[in-house]
């Protein structure tokens, strides 16, 4: 039975592993920062397993654009929508320290391409040539975190909660350059869109909340609550992609790219069957309009996504495989805190758009060691 319910348990917090990350939803920059938030289950029991390495592997592509919650269909009948595609690869370890503490260590290393044509000869343009690209790729922002469960392993063996510090680091290149063609004899060199950026450029605080609670022998729930905060206000890089910034841009303050704040909520049932596992739940990702720490200027694209998060997993020895396919049926850009000063100063309501994904796909491992 004890061992029954550490299996369940560790199937539950792996289908977790690699969907507890954030990850950019096209334009909206809900950035990758850890594949692992929840680290294993509360061991029950001796482990000789202190250390565990988790590989996670995320896909995307954007290319609906969104102002609110409404789509805007004409942007790809006409051909002028914003095509992101993302790569990434996540590796987290993690040494557990005692039956309730450990210390998990994430880096991403992530490949961007972006396609548009406003970006290079503008929307309005009739050249064939009008539509390219720009591209990123390196290693992320590395995130350091020191997770406790909160009840005692041994005497909470149906549910725990586990509480988790972290530390993002701001490691990612986020002055990434590439070229931008203005037509078909010239280019400049500028830095690429925030939303392909590989970092930030600021030191952040995370703040997690992980739970389960097992039911039956087959069914359990699970339920995560991740915030990031990213004090620094703006890290300076241009949104002139090689140009001239305009006077309105300097004046509402998105001349410059902000360091935004993002939070993440999902809960969910698992199912176990034998060594196989099902998971059914929904998921919520967000960037803030304001930040929770420190100023909001500088430029963003606020917004928030919320769907259905069906996933899969197979418990072996000492390997956990899983995959999970993120839904979107809800997506919002919401107003920008430099679309609310242009609507205070003009009177006239200002509210940009951004592209999203209508799923992610996520699958990884989990080896202990």
């Known amino acids: 039975m004890k061992k029954l319910i ?3 348990i560790v199937s539950v917090m792996l289908l977790l ?4 990350q954030l990850c950019a939803q096209g334009c909206v920059a809900v950035r990758s920062n850890g594949a692992m938030c929840t680290r294993s289950h509360a061991d029950t029991s001796a482990d ?6 988790t590989t996670g592997y995320r896909y995307f592509h954007s290319f609906r654009h969104f102002v609110g919650t409404e789509e805007q269909k ?8 914003v095509r992101n595609w993302q790569h990434a690869v996540d590796f987290t370890l993690v040494r557990k320290l005692n039956n309730r503490m450990s210390i998990a260590v994430n880096m991403p290393i992530i490949s961007n391409r972006r396609s548009s044509m406003y970006e290079h000869y503008g929307n309005s343009s009739t050249s064939p040539n009008a539509r390219r690209e720009t591209s990123s790729f390196g290693i992320g922002d590395i995130r350091i975190t020191a997770y406790r469960w909160m009840l005692d392993p041994l005497k909470s063996r149906r549910g725990n909660i586990q509480v988790g510090l972290g530390l993002k680091l701001p490691t990612g290149d986020y002055r990434y350059n590439d070229f931008f063609w203005k ?16 970092g930030d450029g600021g030191t952040g605080i995370s703040l997690e909340l992980n739970g389960y609670y097992v039911f039956t022998k087959e069914l359990s729930a699970y339920g995560n609550f991740y915030y990031l905060s990213n004090p620094r206000e703006q890290n300076g890089v241009s949104t002139a992609r090689g140009g001239t910034t305009t006077n309105a841009n300097i004046l509402y303050g998105s001349s410059v790219m902000s360091v935004p704040d993002q939070y993440m909520v999902r809960g969910g049932l698992n199912l176990m069957l034998g060594a196989f596992s099902a998971s059914a739940g929904v998921r919520l990702e967000a960037i803030p309009s304001e930040d929770l720490i420190g100023g909001s200027s500088g430029f963003r694209r606020p917004g928030r996504i919320f769907g259905a998060e ?11 495989l899983f995959a999970t396919v993120p839904y979107w049926f809800s997506k919002n850009r919401t107003q920008s805190y430099a679309d ?3 609507t205070k100063a003009t009177g006239i309501y200002t509210q940009g758009d951004a592209a999203f994904s209508d799923y992610s796909i996520n699958i990884g491992c989990t080896v202990k060691f």
Request: proline share 4%.
């Open 48 to 53: 000789s397993h202190n250390w565990q390495l």
């Open 17 to 20: 592993a690699v969907t507890q």
């Open 310 to 320: 069906p996933g899969v997993a197979y418990q072996l020895k000492k390997v956990n």
């Open 183 to 198: 037509n078909d004899s010239t280019k400049v060199l500028g830095p690429v869109d925030q939303s392909i950026q590989l």
């Open 6 to 8: 550490a299996i369940q």
């Open 340 to 342: 609310k000063m242009r």
């Open 74 to 81: 004409h942007r790809v009948a006409e051909g002028t929508d």
